[in-house]
């Protein structure tokens, strides 16, 4: 049995990113992640929360054809730390997500960090099949964390964020 370990930190407002975005709204975000993932990571194609309280949520997730595990749809359960963080726990495969904002130097200075831990049973460790599966998550953590703030911006500027800056 293999798992595979992946980490992504991006600045959520870099120099010269307008508009600012600020913690309430981040976290705005990421709520609305929990309840459609499908808007932000491109493997997802539906989801349907089964039950939601303020700090937790369980939920299904369908998957693209082709692009999710096996039986195309897992359950996850998440633990929801507001306003900065979110621990998914896929109970079908026993992997592990976690999102995380996190404040720097002072309160638009904020980062979010996506960790992943996917175990994969049928693999073998330094087998040339988890070294490309390790570069195919890498490449998708990437584009999904940059994805989440991007499209973050991209709500505040159509003023689609009910908390305001």
Same mark, same amino acid.
């Given at each position: 049995?293999? !798992? ?6 991006? =600045?959520? $407002?870099?120099?010269?990113? &307008? ?7 981040? #976290? @705005? !975000? ?9 808007? +932000? ?7 349907? !929360? ?12 369908? +998957?693209?054809?082709?692009?999710? =595990? ?5 359950? @996850? ?6 306003? #900065?963080? !979110?621990? +998914?726990? $896929?109970?079908?495969?026993?992997? +592990?997500? $976690? ?13 979010? &960090?996506?960790?992943?831990? #996917?175990?994969? =049973? $049928? ?8 070294? @490309?599966?390790? @570069? ?20 505040? /500027?159509?003023? /689609? ?5």
């Amino acid at each position: 049995m293999v !798992v595979l370990y992946q980490s992504q930190t991006l =600045p959520i $407002n870099p120099s010269g990113s &307008t508009p600012t975005l600020t913690l309430p709204q981040i #976290w @705005e !975000v990421m709520q609305l992640k929990c309840r459609k993932p499908e808007l +932000f990571v491109e493997p997802m194609s539906s989801s349907e !929360v089964l039950m939601e309280t303020p700090s937790y949520m369980k939920r299904i997730v369908v +998957f693209k054809e082709g692009m999710g =595990p096996p039986g195309g749809k897992v359950t @996850e359960e998440l633990q929801i730390r507001k306003p #900065w963080k !979110v621990d +998914f726990h $896929n109970t079908d495969s026993g992997a +592990f997500i $976690n999102n995380t904002v996190s404040q720097g130097k002072d309160e638009t200075d904020l980062y979010l &960090t996506f960790y992943f831990e #996917w175990p994969y =049973p $049928n693999m073998t460790e330094g087998s040339k099949e988890v070294q @490309e599966m390790s @570069e195919q998550l890498w490449e998708m953590v990437k584009k999904t964390v940059q994805h989440t703030i991007d499209y973050a911006r991209d709500l505040a /500027k159509e003023g /689609k964020l009910e908390t305001k800056a």
